[in-house]
């Protein structure tokens, strides 16, 4: 069975700091796609960032990049120059490709202070 | 466009009565999942909708869980009897086919409380 770890809890960072939010994996499959989500306190969800691990390259979005480590089953999200607005839980989720069935981490709660 | 929407926003139930949760996905898109989130857990799975296919249930808690989709688009979750361990965030969310099926578009979910 395929399981998702996010580790930390709860985490704050200084407005324009960067932060890292961890998230690990295990699966024995070797096609899967990895995805971040950002759950404002308004509670709608928005994709954030995906990864399909048969590409190497790490994905970026603007301020929002990955470090994506498929041996280490590794998928760490990070968040350049924080804003304000980057205060919400984040949640990691993994797909086995061509099941669309997500599953997801506990998620992080992100507080971005002034 | 309109996004994913739900209603109703919040539901207060006594334990025992029966509950439906409405989902309206964005228009076009052929796949619609539910999920359950309770306090300080991540997204439970509970069901898949995809075109005509037959959904996969397999995520539902028990039979008291039961969801439809009609004419592949509105959603409805119906919980019988509703227990208090059912007091959860009810999120729906839909994708589209293609190369962007793997992105899910959520709504705002249902605050389900069960007293």
């Known amino acids: 069975a395929q399981t998702v770890t996010q580790s930390q809890p709860e985490m704050s960072v200084q407005e324009a700091e960067t932060v890292t939010l961890s998230c690990t994996y295990d699966?024995?499959?070797?096609?899967?796609?990895l995805f971040w989500y950002k759950q404002p306190p308004s509670r709608q969800m928005i994709l954030v960032i995906r990864?399909?691990?048969?590409?190497?390259q790490n994905a970026t979005e603007n301020r929002f990049s990955v470090n994506f480590q498929k041996a280490a089953k590794s998928f760490s999200l990070k968040i350049s120059d924080s804003q304000l607005g980057d205060t919400a839980m984040y949640f990691c989720?993994?797909?086995?490709?061509?099941?669309?069935?997500?599953?997801f981490g506990t998620g992080t709660r992100l507080k971005v202070l002034a | 466009g309109a996004g994913v929407s739900q209603s109703p926003s919040n539901k207060v139930t006594e334990k025992g009565k029966d509950v439906e949760l409405r989902c309206d996905p964005i228009?076009?898109?052929?796949?619609l999942y539910w999920y359950r989130q309770s306090l300080g857990q991540g997204l439970e799975f509970l069901i898949y909708?995809?075109?005509?296919?037959?959904?996969?249930k397999s995520g539902l808690p028990s039979d008291r869980f039961s969801a439809e989709r009609t004419g592949g688009s509105v959603s409805t979750l119906t919980i019988q009897r509703t227990q208090q361990e059912d007091s959860a965030v009810y999120l729906c969310?839909?994708?589209?086919?293609?190369?962007?099926?793997?992105?899910?578009?959520f709504g705002p979910g249902t605050r389900l409380t069960v007293t």
């Open positions: 969310a839909s994708s589209l086919e293609g190369h962007r099926l793997y992105e899910q578009y």
């Open positions: 699966t024995s499959e070797s096609n899967y796609y």
């Open positions: 990864q399909e691990a048969y590409k190497q």
């Open positions: 989720a993994f797909m086995v490709s061509g099941t669309y069935k997500y599953i």
């Open positions: 228009s076009g898109h052929t796949a």
């Open positions: 909708f995809q075109g005509n296919s037959a959904p996969d």
